[in-house]
């Protein structure tokens, strides 16, 4: 059970169509052929072809066509949802169709359902079924903590008609998945008050302990003695010191380790550099990095993927205060590079710059950054595809195809040595904000000057992709988890 919804798999011989209180069938324009081979009773597979028939564009990704009718004395909810048509019938496209389905199966306060599927009558199509079961149990997640009084939700037992072999491997794999991104979304939703570095500690130790990952916890003192001083530096206004968090997980013997390193910036005021009011709260989701990084390896330890990872969470507070840093200071960073602190704001390349050196550190040999890095990404990419800087093009190719299996997009953006020229100082090694030609990339290639010579690395910048401004889709308003799935699905590529 998770988001409420159990997910089964059932063979479309077995299939008790008549059990259910709803009866929901995805579809695709294809798919209409294979209506009479699933079994279904006839009077209901005559009402299927009756809304087609009445909705001639019900194939339409995500659009449900709802009607209620009576078998015997007992009301039946009967619903189709679109797929698309020809080459939009990808699992990315079934995985937004099954979180509109969930929807609806909500709203109709459905305690039993059938998700009928003409696609899933191949036995070959496994990764289809994995991403209908993806977008149940992610459409179904509502945030609630913050309420006085949460009324729970109905919860519904969902059997998928499918005959795929393994189907209930599959659909565990799927749930540990979603399981990840609900955790995810979760600490991205919960308010700054609720979520400072400290408790971005408890959260890593509560998966370490369940899972049975090594972990660490270094504070503000032993960040100091490493000399770990740009994470200090954006941390030192706030009442709530940093925290650098570092899990492992071993499920490959000795093969070296990838790091999956994410920006937790617990609450980013813009700290001097403070940023205007209107939606400065939203800026509690500046640690959505860090979630995803969290939130990946977990599923990961949970799918017990033979790969060796690093989890580097680097969370601090970017607040105003009597001890915070100034615009015009000079910090020494953690692999001896000075950085010289233009804007108090640009505060996630600081943090990461540390980070991503410790990661190197610890042996990893390739590095993947997530972070809300930039405003900038948005006005590059918008608010549905997150941008990669790499040192290594196969590396950005491999997440870019991660992220197609995962339903999140990527775009590779250039990261040319020219670009390097702007984020040179006068005073220091490096200026932390070179204003706003090409943000995404310069912020991308600071934090590239902190991987250590001859390690892969790419950053990935959620900035417009850590939040949803409405629900559609597998995506609930508020925070999506962006990065979690993708991370996920790389990590077996491993
Ligand atoms: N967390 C923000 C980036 C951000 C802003 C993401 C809005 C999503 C929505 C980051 O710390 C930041 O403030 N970046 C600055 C960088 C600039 C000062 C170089 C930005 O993008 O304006
Ligand atoms: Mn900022
Ligand atoms: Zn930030």
């Known amino acids: 059970m998770l988001n409420n919804i159990e997910c089964t798999a059932i063979d479309f011989q077995t299939v008790e169509y ?79 169709a099954a979180g509109a389905a969930v929807r609806t199966l909500q709203k109709q306060k459905a305690t039993t359902a059938i998700v009928a599927v003409p696609l899933l009558l191949k036995a070959t199509r496994a990764h289809y079924l994995q991403a209908i079961a993806e ?120 093969a070296p380790y990838t790091a999956f390193v994410g920006k937790g910036i617990t609450f980013d005021s813009g700290g001097i550099s403070i940023k205007p009011g209107e939606n400065m709260g939203e800026m509690k989701d ?11 390896v977990q599923a990961i330890a ?27 200071d000079v910090v020494k960073a953690a692999n001896g590079k000075t950085i010289e602190v233009v804007n108090t704001d640009a505060e996630g390349r600081m943090v990461l710059a540390d980070a991503v050196w410790y990661a190197c550190e610890q042996g990893a040999v390739r590095v993947i950054d997530i972070a809300t890095l930039t405003g900038a990404v948005i006005i590059a990419l918008g608010n549905e595809t997150s941008g990669i800087i790499t040192n290594t093009d196969a590396l950005a190719e491999a997440i870019k195809d991660a992220g ?33 030609a090409g943000g995404c990339i310069t912020g991308g290639l600071f934090i590239g000057e902190f991987v250590k010579e001859g390690v892969e690395w790419a950053h990935l910048d959620i900035g417009g992709t850590s939040t949803a401004t409405k629900t559609a889709g597998f995506k609930v308003k508020g925070g999506t988890g962006f990065g979690t799935m993708t991370l996920i699905r790389y990590a077996g590529t491993l």
């Open 302 to 328: 949970q799918m017990k993927l033979p790969c060796n990872l690093l989890a580097v969470l680097s969370c601090a507070e970017n607040m105003p205060g009597g001890n915070a840093q100034r615009p015009g």
């Open 135 to 254: 977008g149940l149990y992610l459409g179904a997640y509502s945030f609630t903590e913050c309420k006085g009084e949460s009324k729970p939700a109905t919860s519904c037992t969902v059997q998928i008609t499918s005959a795929v072999e393994n189907g209930s491997q599959v659909l565990a794999q799927a749930e540990a998945i979603a399981k990840g991104v609900t955790l995810t979304r979760n600490l991205v939703n919960r308010p700054g008050n609720w979520v400072n570095p400290a408790v971005m500690a408890e959260e890593a130790r509560k998966v370490a302990e369940a899972y049975n990952l090594e972990i660490e916890v270094l504070d503000e003192e032993t960040l100091a003695a490493k000399g770990m001083n740009a994470i200090l530096a954006v941390g030192q206004g706030s009442k709530n010191p940093p925290r650098l968090i570092t899990l492992k997980y071993n499920g490959a013997g000795d």
């Open 286 to 296: 500046d640690m959505a990095g860090a979630g995803a990084v969290l939130g990946a």
């Open 18 to 96: 008549e059990a259910a209180e709803s009866i929901v069938v995805l579809l695709c324009k294809e798919c209409v052929a294979g209506i009479g081979k699933i079994n279904l009773p006839e009077e209901l597979q005559a009402a299927v072809k009756a809304l087609i028939n009445r909705y001639p564009d019900f194939y339409e990704v995500e659009s449900v066509h709802e009607l209620a009718l009576f078998q015997g004395d007992k009301l039946v909810q009967l619903t189709i949802v679109g797929c698309g048509e020809g080459k939009e019938c990808t699992p990315a496209n079934f995985r937004k």
């Open 404 to 436: 197609k299996k995962a339903g999140e997009g990527f775009w590779q953006l250039p990261s040319l040595p020219e670009c390097k020229e702007a984020i040179k100082s006068d005073v220091a090694d490096l200026l932390n904000s070179a204003g706003r």
